[in-house]
């Protein structure tokens, strides 16, 4: 992993080393190994560099003749593309991912990211034809900001970057708050920053810079065209290969590594077959909390680290330690983000850089097999409107409600989710019931000033969702469901899982997040991938033979829950009334103090209010007050 920036002087100043290297040190922490830049004329690249892959050779920002490239990101089949490569007479000087990918734009050009299997966000110069070709990863698992004025287009890893530059200035965005007080995160291009956009996952831009022009580009996207033409059998062994495949590739490494374990299904695959392909013995890294039961899933790690006969670190959070690290993990954030569950994942992800430089984890199987309980609830719902009304808004029963009942234990947990599901409505069209579903805001809003509720607008955040949820190629609500997460949810949790990493200069990787896997997932017929309402059904398929029925079965799914409505009353609750409480908070103009205090009070377990406010105005007072 690194950190890289791009400079372009659009008024032809000359770029200057000392601007760009101050941007470059705000991100230091994402490549402590090295550093190097490149300069030309108006034009300049930083590269911070994470040693991973050709330690001696791989540095950068790498020269090939008239191309320079500068990449954050590792090229998992960079092997077999190097292979490949020699075979059409190109010769390498390197073991390198990067060299990998000059040497595929100079056969390929733009179309060179079709073939990459990976994680990665690069700036490619070529100056043959004055150009810079920008790419971010399949799902924006690596990221990548820019910032566009009349003088200038900077791009880096991290916003805080980019506000390094003296043309750059932290103002909000109250559009994207808005969109964050509803989801816990932002949609498509947006960050809560004027002026600062992401370069969308699965697409490239590329810029002329004799003319400064920008055509934007999306080159992947996954393909729901459903193959009804292949059995379960045949998807389950495919997808059995593919799992196996994903992960042997990507324990490919110079550096020492290891896997995450909460004892949830996802990483415990990733760590069994981590193990069933690594020399020696695997090193499992495991969070939980001391305060209850309800906090702690390490009977399940343990169990799994004990087959694989892995050698287990665990790491108990404390409320001490939450409010020694919080403002730092905003900082580290730059934004605010989905869930308490980023300080914990700090917390085990320091321990993992303590032993090893690489991990691996299970991050994405919710969002590609339909893991969460609240794909149960919506379809819950669609069973009892058919079996009222005789209708089938699908078309085809994927889910009756006879099938679905034995799967409605899993909801057991989500008592207060459905409660507020249903006091929004019942039976109206499925983009409406699922954006109820995923919406905070009705509970949030009472802790809001009137003057702020008043400008918002949910219809404007729900025609958005709306435009993202309704893919002309899904046409299931499973499908819709997931695809939504993929490129709505996903990428504010792809954010914590690099942030937490890249805060400690780790290098987090994501096996389950393969292209390939996804391709071959979303053209399953819905009603295999969700048989009778079954959560991961297709995956529990494919995997039954590699997990314990303990691991496969689970109905008390975690998801990294934190105490912090304990917390909030003893341990943490001075700094959380010293952050929202405070004169300048109240300054603000944004919120109801009298609603917030009697919340730190009366948090609820597994709430989500108190942890909003929380790190919204700690980003407030890390990022726009300073």
């Known amino acids: 992993m690194c950190g890289i920036i791009g400079l372009i002087n659009k008024n032809q100043e000359v770029a200057e080393l000392g601007i760009i290297k101050a941007m470059a040190e705000k991100i230091a922490h994402r490549g402590p190994d090295d550093e190097n830049h490149y300069l030309h004329k108006h034009f300049g690249f930083y590269h911070k560099r994470l040693s991973i892959i050709d330690l001696e050779h791989g540095r950068q920002p790498m020269v090939d003749e008239e191309l320079i490239l500068t990449f954050n990101g590792e090229i998992y089949n960079y092997i077999e593309l190097r292979n490949e490569l020699k075979a059409k007479g190109y010769a390498f000087k390197t073991d390198s991912d990067t060299e990998v990918i000059l040497k595929m734009y100079r056969e390929y050009g733009d179309c060179c990211v079709d073939k990459l299997n ?70 498509e291009h947006k960050t809560l920053y004027k002026d600062i956009e992401k370069v969308l996952p699965g697409h490239l831009m590329v810029i002329d810079l004799n003319t400064f022009e920008i055509k934007r580009k999306k080159y992947w996207e996954p393909n729901f065209h459903v193959d009804n033409h292949h059995t379960e059998t045949y998807f389950t062994e495919k997808l059995k290969e593919l799992l196996e495949d994903t992960v042997k590739i990507q324990l490919r490494s110079d550096v020492p590594l290891g896997t995450y374990l909460s004892g949830g299904m996802d990483s415990s695959l990733v760590s ?46 404390t409320a001490s330690q939450f409010v020694e690290l919080m403002p730092k993990l905003i900082y580290h954030l730059d934004e605010p983000v989905v869930g308490p569950g980023v300080f914990p994942q700090y917390m085990v992800s320091k321990l993992a850089k303590d032993n090893v430089t690489v991990v691996l984890g299970g991050q994405g199987g919710d969002e590609i097999f339909g893991g969460y309980s609240r794909y149960v609830i919506a379809y819950f719902e669609q069973v009892i409107k058919g079996a009222i009304f005789e209708t089938n808004d699908e078309g085809e029963h994927i ?20 409660t507020d599901f249903w006091k929004k409505g019942a039976f109206k069209d499925a983009d409406r019931r699922y954006f109820d579903l995923l919406d905070r805001s009705s509970g949030e809003l009472k802790y809001y000033s009137k003057e702020f509720t008043k400008e918002f607008d949910k219809e404007v955040v729900y025609s958005t969702f709306k435009r993202l949820f309704n893919h002309p190629d899904t046409k299931s609500y499973f499908n819709k469901m997931t695809h939504f997460d993929m490129f709505g949810s996903l990428p504010g949790l792809l954010q914590v899982e690099d942030r937490v990493s890249m805060a400690v200069s780790l290098e987090s990787r994501v096996p389950l997040l393969d292209r390939r896997i996804v391709d071959l997932v979303s053209s399953m017929p819905p009603a295999m991938k969700f048989k009778g309402g079954e959560m991961k059904y297709i995956l529990k398929r494919a995997i039954r033979d590699w997990l314990p029925p303990t691991i496969l079965n689970r109905k008390d799914k975690m998801g990294f829950p934190v105490p912090l409505h304990l917390w909030a009353k003893n341990g943490a609750h001075d700094f959380i009334c010293d952050t929202l409480m405070s004169s300048k908070s109240k300054q603000r103009g944004l919120y109801n103090h009298k609603k917030i205090e009697k919340l730190i009070e009366s948090e609820r377990p597994f709430g989500r209010e108190l942890w909003g406010l929380l790190s919204l105005e700690l980003w407030f007072s890390t990022f726009i007050d300073n």
């Open 272 to 317: 069994v077959l981590a193990a069933r392909n690594l020399t020696g013995q695997i090193k499992t890294f495991t969070g939980a909390f001391s305060e209850s039961k309800d906090f702690d899933e390490t009977e399940y790690a343990r169990e799994v680290a004990g087959i694989i006969k892995a050698q287990r670190f665990e790491v108990y959070p």
């Open 399 to 418: 889910v009756s409600l006879e099938s679905i009942l034995p799967n409605l234990p899993y909801l057991h947990r989500y008592i207060p989710m459905m």
């Open 118 to 187: 990976g994680m990665f966000a690069f700036l490619l110069y070529d100056k043959r034809k004055n150009l810079l070709l920008v790419a971010r990863d399949h799902f924006g698992i690596k990221p990548l900001y820019y910032f566009i004025n009349e003088n200038r287009i900077l791009f880096a890893s991290e916003i805080k970057a980019l506000l390094a530059h003296p043309d750059a200035h932290p103002e909000p965005d109250f559009n994207a708050i808005r969109e964050y007080l509803t989801f816990q995160y932002t949609l």
